[in-house]
């Protein structure tokens, strides 16, 4: 579980995000970045009906989750990223859905070059 201060709980917040971030998409996710003015990035984890089930929406956003835990000292501070779930996510394997995130941050230019490690 991600600690509270790396969370992207106010609505007000996703819907600015939602609306003015920059976005990138990978098969088994979209990425959605919108500059922040604190000293760590927050996150929030989004899965519509149209991925499945409870069951499936909430294991993609638990893999989403877990693959930025553990990368979370090698994502720059000052964003506000929000992670969309894909009808693909669910039924992939962690390294795949672990590729994918770093390849939205990389993308998107928030990964620090000195920190990256894939487990």
């Given at each position: 579980m991600l600690q509270q201060q790396y969370r992207l709980r106010r609505s007000a917040d996703l819907k600015r995000v939602r609306q003015q971030g920059e976005s990138r998409r990978h098969?088994?996710?979209i990425l959605i970045v919108y500059p922040n003015t604190l000293d760590v990035?927050?996150?929030a984890f989004v899965?519509?009906?149209r991925?499945?089930?409870a069951i499936k929406r909430n294991r993609g956003?638990?893999?989403l989750r877990e693959v930025v835990r553990l990368h979370l000292?090698?994502?720059l501070p000052g964003y506000d990223c929000m992670f969309i779930v894909r009808q693909a996510t669910p039924e992939a394997s962690y390294?795949?859905?672990e590729t994918a995130v770093l390849q939205l941050l990389a993308r998107l230019k928030l990964l620090d070059r000195n920190n990256v490690s894939v487990n």
């Open positions: 098969p088994l996710a990035s927050r996150f899965a519509s009906r991925v499945g089930n956003r638990r893999l000292l090698e994502i390294i795949d859905v």
